[in-house]
Structures are given as C-alpha cells and as structure tokens.
C-alpha cells in the first residue's frame, strides 16, 4: 500500500470554522423577504371522521395569507415505501378521517407567529369519535377497530396488518428435531424519538413562473423532490431542494413530511415565501419516532453451541399509516441473518396499525431491537450449556467469505477479531466468571460484564439507488466537488474532500463542496442508508480518478515524461528523481484549456452499492440482494448496578468495529462515541410515554436524553480489514448506526452478569431490576 | 395566547455594538437576537429552557436568550457566538474544540462553547465536577459529550486562561 497523504488521517471537518463561530446557516436560520409564518393543525383525535372543516374564520383574520385542507390538495397519497405491492396509504393533509393525535388537518401562513397561531384557533373542525387501538396484538384481533384493512395478500386472521414479511431458509423442523437444547423467549422494545436538536423545518418559495424552491432539514434532497414533486402535482424540474445545515437527524428527516407539503402548497396560494418549523412538542408528540418492536425467537442449538435453527416472529407497531413499518419488518430479517452462521430460519414480520404517530427510521433501524433479543437470547443459551460468552459468540461468528443464505457475501469479516479483541481488551472472561462467583455479600454495588455483536449494512438499493460526483478543476488549480450527499453532521462534506483530496493531491482546504442541491448537484442515495462513505465515496473517488488521469495524460506530453513516471503532489506534477522537471495544476489547467479545445479537467464519477442487481430487494419475501458491503462489531459493557435502589451504572463501553478502512478516525471516534450515548439512553434514560394515543412527556424535562451527567467511558478498537489504494475501488463500510446495537444486549448481559436477573424489555428501568431481584412486587 | 402590544424602545449592547430597537414587551432575548439581528448563531432548538442550545453570555454569565425578555436587558453585555472570534481569530477554545472533533452537527455548539468560556473565564482550574456542572443543562445528540470533555481538559492542560 502506498504512503496515504489525506485519507485515514484525523482532517479537521470542513464546516467546523462556520459551526463554531456561528456563521453557518441551518434550515431554521434561513429568511426571505416577505416570508410568511406557517402553521399546522392537528388532530385531537386519535380515531375520528372528520365532518366538516370551516376556516371561514380564519381567512378573515388579518394577516392570514393563505390556509388550506385536504379541499386545496389533489389528494395524492404518498408513503416512504411505494411499490404496487405497498402503495401509498397516507395524505400529507388528512381527508375525511384522522387516525392518530396529531395528524396534520390544515394548515396556516400568517404575517407573524401570533396571528397564524390565533388563524389555528379559528379553524373549525367537526369529528366525529371512532374506536381507536393502540396496542399491536389487540390491533391483530378480529374485534379490534379498523384503521387500514389488512393487507390483501396477508391470509392469516388478523386484523390491521399493513405489511408481512415471510422469509427462511433451511428446515426449521428438521433443526430443531437436532437440537440438544431448545428455548422460546419473548422480548419487547419501547418508543423513543430521535433527538435531533434542530426541530423539523422547510422554507418554501414558489416563484410565479412555477418554480419551487424549497430548503428543508433533511437527510437527503432527492426523495424529498420526489415527493414533494408528485403530491403538488408539479413536474419534477420544477421542484428544487436544497440544502443548509443540518441540526441533527438520526433517520427522523428521510420521508416526506406534512410541513415541507404545506410550507410549499402555502407559499403557491399565498405566493409568498412561507416557513414552517415544528416546536420541540411537535415533535416530540406528533412527529415520527423509532419503532417498538415486540420479538419471539425460539431456538436450537447442539450442545456445542453451534445454532441450528430459529423460528423468528417480529411485530410492529406501525402506528396510523405504513411509514416504514414494512421496512423495519424486512430489515429485522437481515438483523437475524447476521451476523452468526444459521443453517435454518422461519421468519415472519408483521407491521401492524394501531392509532398512534406513524413510524420511522431511527439509528440502527430495527438492529438495537433485534440484536438486544438475539445476543440476550444466546447468553441465556451459553448459560445453560455451560459455555463462556466469548465461546460461543467465536462458535458461531461468520468467517471472512461467507456466502449469506440471500447470495450475498460478507467478503473480509472481521467479526472474530473484533470479537477476541474486545475480549482481550477487557479480561471479559476473567471478569465474566468472577462476577458470577460473587455470592451474596453486604455491598450493594455489583460489577457485571456483558459482551454482544452486530453487523449493518453499507448502502443498499432503495431510491434513488445510486450517487454521482463531479470534480472540476478552477483556474488555480484548486477543486470544486459537485455531490448531492448531505452532511448530517457526520462529516460527507470532509471524508468525500479526503477521498477527492487523495486522488488528486489536492489539499483538503482546497476543495470546495457543492453539496445536496437536486438542481446543480447529480443524484446520490442520501445520508440514510448508512452509504454515504461506501457509495458515494466511491463516486467521488472516480470524478477524482478521471481528474487525475488527465492530469498526468497533460503532464505527460508537456515534460516529455511517461506517465508512470510521474508523481502529482499538492498541486504540481514532477518526474520521479527530478524533482525540477516539473508543473503546477494551473498550468496544466491553462494547458488543458488549449491542447484539449477547451477541456478545463473535469471528471465525472458514478457507483452504485451493487453493480449488476435491478432492484432493491422484495420486501415480503426478502428475495433479490442486500448489499454488498457489510460492517461487523463485538461490543463489551461493564456495569455497575446497585441492588438497593436498581440503578444501573454503563461504567464502561468497549466496541471493536470492523468498518473496513476509517477515512478520517476522528470523525470515526465522534460517530461511535455518539452511538454508545445514544444506546445509553436507549438503556436507561429515554422513553416517549403514550396513553390512549397522546403523548405524555413532550418535553426534555420529561423525555431524558442523556446529559453531561450521563456521558458513557467509550473506547473503540479499530479492526481494518480492508485498504486505500490511489486509483482502485474500495469497500469501506458503515460506521454511523450499526454501533447503537450490540452495547444494548451487552448492556443487558452485563446486567445478568452482576446480578442474574434477565430483562426481556427495554428500557432497564429500577422498577424492572428490582422486580428481577424480588425487592418489589 | 400572546397578543400584540405597543413597542418600546431599548438599547442593547451586543457583541460590542450598540442597537437601538423598539421591541413588544413578550419578546425574547432569542427573537430579538435572531430576528432582527440576525445573528441566528444563537439557537432555538426547545424555547422552554429545557436544552440550553440557546445560552448566550450576559455580562459574562450564561443566561437563556429563549427565556429571557429582551426589554429586560437594557444596560446589559450581551456577548453572543459571534462575537467570540475577533477579527477572525478563533478563542483557543474555539480552536481546540475543533481539533478535538466536539463539534458535529454543531447545532449545541454556540451554547457550549459560550458556556465553557464563561466557566475558564470565572474558575481557572475547575474539577471535572464543576466542569459537567456548567455543561449540565447542554443536551448534544451528536457526541456523547466525550470529545466536549476532551477538548475542555486539553484546554486546561494547555494552562490557557480565558482573559481577554
């Protein structure tokens, strides 16, 4: 491998001066003249017909400029999955009927924040109450109140299914007629919100020649065109998203969201720009949040350890619409195929709906869910058999190659590395048998240590399926990079500069990014599929490789040198051992410009997560491939719990993560460290508390998200399976969600560990440690 | 429901300059700043003081902005992000934080760093106590506060002091 000069090297982020200084413009900070206040109401209901809507009121009042209902739509549905087996089951203004508290009925712009909030309180709505379910195994009953019907090709007497996933391989009957040991066990997760700090939030402006243009708090601008295109009944090239500053997002921006549709449907009847942001109780008691997933797993092994077979039943609590119910459901199938070795499956998803928010993505989609029942399950197992954690974890860990049951390959695993490393780094096996060993003694306090893994996917084909960059050359020699990928906060803008910077032997300070514009910028797969680094990476590293192709093509004939001769560094080419035989990129741009009738060395750039598949994988059936780049991580939780008052202490995370090749370890290190506090919360702290349908804790007050108070002792350990090399194509994986995962069932085993009590449901409340421990009733 | 009310005059002192504005009586610090300032460095991301995105510093204290009336500020020092960075030189806080890799999404960050300035400015040597102390009411998604805490400690290892 050659001496790397920009990647894999701690680059300051790019945006960190205009962060830092105050200078950069989020969504929220953007104004322009004339702009109008908008604002949403929204259902009191969690279940009702809506009669009749009067806004009469509300037109009349000064400095209302525009209010609109479900009358002033087309009444196209839209939904984050639309394929003719799922079609879209959801307004972005409700009509006729409301199925959760909170969903969006109408709409105002206003002057001011006073007057459109007075407009809301003017518009008289008129419902009519329906039974509502909130609980998803009442929702399956046949005497449950209907919300959709259930899914045509679902054949099974359930009520209320919005989607199934049916998947296998193997016999899982002939698996478990081999097995030594059995068991079935039951484990349930809870609703938690995102956490973004920027709340939600869209500036539309519709100029009167029928442009949209619409910035909007997201995570990638394509999908938002998309729809937002087709619900408003406008041609695509006449929708333009763009982008500021992002406040966070953590999978809660991806799908369409009723503000953006109103904020622009208001600013086309008002013709005046018009900004709707979402307040912190928005969001926190109408807007979508992750996804409560209740998981069955029965299992056999042999008793070596080795697992045979697992029956796998998943169900979702969808909320009012699909959202990406049907998603999750197909992604937790992916969670069990990974990351250890099972000859045979019997998997079944279901998403049901129930009258409360709609669902969606949230950091780690569905992996914290499953893996907290998987690794929490194979350390009940280990248990009984007698064998150590790390054992059987090693036992059955997929091996570097592997063919996965759905033809994908797992090509340089290093979950066994990752799996020592974090043992070895922590004395997990002394430390496991001590702290069983520890019999009743009057201190309260009790160490515990659990161990989990867990792998992700880098990129998959979902639209818009691919990225493109483009690098061009300045007069100067500098590079302007021409991405459609956004920076979340996670730092694209930087790692895709080092990628570019690397190339081309341009410093990193030296490139300018245009970033996630659908007009001037080419497509890219958005900052939600966990393929920013891999896909849109590779992009980036390809415009860069045709830049540099000229380049050294140029250099080439004006030094009358060969072109493997030539070495391109920071901004000049010169002949190996000549160092004086040599040009500066600005003179190959003006030579560029006259030898090559014009060219001013630009070079474009394409990749795909999966170069020769047509779509993205069934959903129901899980036929068709994943991905084909996955990253795998072991992670190690210490624990202190005190058996008085049931509180449990993260004393210490350990992840060994396999991303392949970090691009910028610093910004590796913020991602993980980001993920281990987020998975803390996930633990202890955080919970959205709903009753019948309404939110109970809308607030930080109430909703906990881990403070300075909380911070977790997080160290990481690089596992690098793969390389950079100038020129090639590389497989570098995900980093930014699959962390969340492992380090909650670790979390949970630790707890076994300190005082062998076993939680089947997060989050691992006093209350639940004290149960285990028969303090309380 | 807020009603509008007649406006009244104020002068505020902001990052060293003076404003004469006429502001209503329901207004905040915040709206005044981002508004009509616009120096939208200063966040909103609760406005119910609830996550401290909106600190600024008032006669070097971290105050609110979001629960702060902006009529109550007359003859006050009000010091916001941007005015921590003179002439374009960033505070060595400003600087280690980003070598240190505290900043991500940056939307906490003009609070944080405006706290932690007010802090080395008030106690030279904190403990690590008075340090989560004076972050305490700071929520930030992104980081798990570790590279906030590192950056802090290396400042202080730095034996930098934050006089002006």
């Known amino acids: 491998m050659s001496e790397l000069d920009y990647v894999g090297k701690r680059i300051l982020r790019k945006d960190g001066p205009d962060k830092i200084t ?21 259902s009191p209901c969690p279940h009702a017909r809506i009669l009749n809507i009067d806004t009469s009121r509300a037109e ?7 209010v609109i209902t479900a009358n002033d739509t087309l009444g196209i549905k839209h939904a984050f999955v639309e394929t003719p087996r799922y079609p879209p089951d959801q307004y972005a203004l409700a009509a006729n009927r409301v199925r959760y508290v909170g969903e969006e009925v109408a709409a105002v712009a206003a002057i001011d924040p006073y007057v459109a909030e007075e407009a809301l309180h003017l518009i008289q709505v008129d419902y009519e109450e329906m039974p509502a379910v909130f609980d998803p195994i009442e929702a399956m009953r046949q005497d449950a109140p209907e919300i959709h019907p259930t899914h045509p090709k679902v054949k099974e007497p359930f009520k209320n299914i919005g989607g199934k996933t049916y998947s296998g391989w193997g016999d899982v009957e002939t698996g478990f007629a081999q097995s030594d040991y059995m068991r079935e066990d039951r484990f349930e997760s809870h609703l938690r919100t995102h956490g973004y700090l920027e ?12 442009k949209l243009n619409i910035w909007t708090s997201s995570q990638g601008p394509f999908i938002k065109r998309e729809k937002l295109a087709r619900t408003l009944g406008l041609p695509l090239s006449a929708v333009r998203v763009q982008m500021a500053y992002v406040g966070g997002a953590f999978g809660g921006k991806v799908d369409l969201y009723a503000h953006e549709f109103c904020a622009a449907l208001l600013s086309m009847k008002a013709g005046l720009p018009v900004k709707i942001a979402a307040t912190r109780e928005e969001v926190f008691a109408a807007y979508r949040h992750g996804q409560p997933l209740i998981v069955e797993i029965k299992t056999g092994v042999k008793k070596d350890g080795t697992l045979l077979a697992q029956q796998i039943r998943v169900i979702n609590n969808c909320g009012a619409y699909r959202g990406t119910g049907v998603v ?9 195929m990974l990351p250890y070795r099972l000859p045979n499956l019997k998997y079944e998803g279901y998403a049901v709906y129930t009258n409360n928010p709609p669902r969606t993505a949230q950091r780690g989609h569905g992996a914290p869910q499953l893996r907290f029942a998987l690794d929490s399950q194979l350390d009940m197992i280990a248990e009984e058999l007698g064998m150590d954690p790390v054992e059987i974890r ?25 799996i020592e490393r974090a043992a070895e780094h922590t004395g997990f096996r002394e430390k496991h048998l001590q702290n069983r060993s520890v019999g009743t003694t009057l201190d309260p306090l009790r160490r515990g240590i659990g161990i989990a893994v867990s792998s992700y996917h880098s990129g998959s084909l979902i639209y818009p399926n691919s990225s493109s960059a483009v690098v061009k050359m300045n007069d100067d020699g500098t590079l302007t990079l021409m991405t459609g990928a956004m920076d979340i906060g996670q730092g694209a803008e930087t790692i895709l500069s080092q990628i570019v910077a690397e190339e081309v032997q341009v410093p990193v300070d030296k490139i300018e990014v245009i970033a996630a514009d659908t007009e001037t910028t080419p497509v890219d797969i958005g900052s939600w599929i966990s393929g920013n680094t891999y896909v849109t990476g590779n992009a980036a590293r390809e415009a860069a490789s045709v830049v540099r192709k000229k380049l050294l093509d140029l250099a080439a004939e004006e030094l009358e040198a060969s072109p493997e001769d030539l070495v391109l560094d920071n901004m000049r080419v010169y002949v190996a051992g000549s160092p004086g035989r040599a040009l500066k990129y600005r003179d190959l741009f003006t030579a560029s410009i006259r030898k090559r009738r014009g060219d001013p060395i630009i070079g474009e750039g394409h990749w795909r997560t999966m170069q020769d598949v047509p779509f993205h994988p069934s959903l129901a059936t899980t036929k068709g491939r994943w991905s084909e780049n996955y990253a795998f991580d072991a992670q190690v939780a210490e624990v202190e719990v005190n058996t008085e008052t049931g509180m449990v202490r993260l004393v210490r995370a350990v992840t060994a993560h396999d991303c392949g090749f970090p691009i910028n370890p610093l910004l590796v290190e913020g991602q993980i460290d980001g993920q281990i506090s987020m998975a803390l919360g996930h633990a202890f702290l955080e919970e959205v508390i709903m009753k019948d349908g309404r939110t109970l804790n809308p607030s930080w007050l109430d909703y906990h998200m881990p403070c300075i108070h909380n911070m977790a002792v997080s160290e990481s350990i690089d596992v690098i399976t793969e390389t950079y090399d100038v020129g090639r194509s590389y497989r570098t994986k995900e980093v930014g969600e699959g962390l969340v995962s492992a380090i909650l069932a670790a979390i949970a085993n630790a707890i076994f560990n300190a ?19 028969g303090r309380i009733k | 429901m807020k009603k509008k009310q007649g406006r009244q005059l104020i002068e505020l002192a902001v990052n060293g300059e003076a404003y004469e504005l006429a502001e209503e009586p329901q207004v905040t610090l915040l709206e005044v700043l981002r508004n009509d300032l616009e120096l939208t460095g200063t966040k909103e991301s609760c406005g119910t003081g609830e996550c401290g995105a909106c600190t600024v510093l008032i006669d070097g204290e971290p105050v609110l902005s979001c629960l702060t009336l902006a009529l109550d500020c007359r003859d006050l020092d009000i010091l916001t992000i941007e005015g921590l960075a003179k002439g374009g030189d960033l505070t060595h806080v400003q600087e280690i934080f980003l070598e240190r890799g505290a900043v991500q999404c940056g939307f906490c960050t003009p609070g944080v760093v405006l706290a932690t300035t007010a802090l080395l400015k008030a106690t030279s040597r904190p403990t690590d106590y008075e340090i989560k102390k004076a972050l305490e009411g700071h929520l930030c998604r992104c980081t798990g506060y570790n590279k906030i805490v590192e950056a802090i400690d290396k400042v202080l290892t730095d034996g930098y002091l934050v006089n002006e």
Not at chain 1, 60 to 66: D, E, F, Q, S, Y
Request: aromatic share 8%; glycine share 12%; net charge positive.
């Open chain 1, 22 to 42: 105050g200078r950069a413009k989020y969504t929220m900070d953007m104004r322009l003249p004339g702009m109008l206040v908008g604002r949403i109401l929204r």
């Open chain 1, 60 to 66: 009349k009042l000064p400095g209302v400029k525009a």
């Open chain 1, 199 to 210: 709340t939600q939030v869209a500036l539309a402006s519709f100029e009167p020649a029928g």
């Open chain 1, 328 to 336: 999750v459901i197909f992604l937790a199938w992916g969670f069990v």
């Open chain 1, 394 to 418: 090693l036992k059955n860990a997929r091996q570097p190659g592997e063919q996965l049951p759905n033809g994908d390959n797992v090509h340089n695993c290093g979950l066994v590395e990752c």
């Open chain 1, 755 to 773: 005082i062998g009590v076993r939680l089947y449901s997060t989050p691992f409340t006093p209350e639940k440690i004290l149960r285990g421990l």
